[in-house]
């Protein structure tokens, strides 16, 4: 059971790239989250989904675009890369519930840099 | 009101001695309180969790302690070994809203 896969696990980008990173979980979660981990600032939502086809905002969504097509795969897009986007992204899920019930299980990450 | 405070940022502990790491909320309202575990290369795993509704809770060498007048709860790991070194993370959430409130973590370190 390969739980939740990101891919890459390292990029680096110039200023004004655009690139995709890539999530997909295996445990048919309707739940999925993005969130950025930055040194003293714990995890940080950017976006998330309860469902196919359903997305919504996190604490810091700017500069980032997702869309759920699947109930597996939830790519987070980076419009026009900032050097302030530099930072270590995690994909989260868990199936759909209270906290209490369903842990988030995460994905190992993706490290971002940008130039 | 919805911050979570997690102290220290940073925590050297010798093997075999107790680990303490403190947080503290503000909002009443959160009934779930869990702890993740960290380790370099690797996404968060849920370590242990508790409700206000016990005051501690333990897991073989882990423990939560949580003081709900105070709005404080505390994960103490007891024998600490070089093997738990790694960044534990508090959180909170509200009843039926599944997203947590998160810590700034603390990166442990169990020196042998």
């Known amino acids: 059971n390969a739980g939740v896969t990101q891919t890459p696990k390292f990029q680096v980008l110039k200023t004004g790239q655009s690139m995709t990173l890539q999530c997909a979980q295996d445990?048919?979660?309707?739940?999925m989250s993005w969130y950025r981990q930055d040194p003293g600032m714990g995890l940080r939502l950017i976006h998330y989904s309860v469902g196919a086809g359903i997305t919504d905002q996190g604490e810091v969504p700017n500069g980032y675009n997702v869309s759920r097509s699947t109930t597996e795969d939830f790519p987070l897009r980076l419009l026009s890369a900032a050097p302030s986007q530099t930072s270590v992204y995690f994909c989260?899920?868990?199936?759909?519930?209270?906290?209490?019930?369903?842990?988030?299980?995460f994905g190992n990450g993706t490290r971002l840099t940008v130039t | 009101q919805q911050q979570v405070k997690q102290s220290p940022q940073s925590l050297i502990v010798q093997k075999g001695g107790i680990s303490i790491i403190n947080c503290a909320y503000e909002n009443t309202a959160f009934d779930y309180f869990p702890w993740y575990q960290q380790f370099p290369g690797k996404g968060p795993a849920l370590l242990i969790a508790?409700?206000?509704d016990v005051s501690e809770k333990k897991e073989g060498r882990f423990t939560i302690s949580f003081n709900k007048s105070a709005k404080q709860f505390s994960l103490h790991i007891m024998d600490s070994q070089p093997g738990d070194s790694a960044t534990y993370f508090c959180?909170?959430?509200?009843?039926?809203?599944?997203?947590?409130?998160w810590g700034a973590g603390t990166k442990l370190i169990i020196k042998p």
């Open positions: 989260a899920s868990k199936p759909f519930g209270t906290a209490y019930n369903s842990p988030l299980h």
């Open positions: 445990m048919n979660h309707e739940y």
């Open positions: 959180a909170a959430s509200e009843g039926s809203n599944y997203q947590l409130i």
């Open positions: 508790i409700r206000p």
